[in-house]
């Protein structure tokens, strides 16, 4: 009965909270609750280089930003730490196409 309650925080029009969990190397998003959730998964292939490898949001919250979310969020980890990155994932390859901050593309790997 409880679960059938709860309201999607983007139903609600909130912002989307992306969260880092460092040592599952992976940015997520919480959908509904608890109970579903977006994931960037990234590795250390290198000192300082990560592949940022793949995105995945559950079909029923597709087409809604939040893979956008993700993606800024590992772009924004890659300059603060000032890392290098390949873009495995095509969604992450795309994002960076459409807004070629020169902070992002100084630092993807070709």
Sequence with gaps: MAQASQISALELNCPINVEHDRKRRQFTVRLNGSHDRAVLLYEYIGKKTVDLQHTEVPDAYRGRGIAKHLAKAAMDFVVEEDLKAHLTCWYIQKFVKENPQP??????LH
Excluded: C, M, P, S
């Excluded at 902070?103 to 993807?108: A, K, T």
């Design 103 to 108: 902070q992002y593309l100084e630092r993807v």
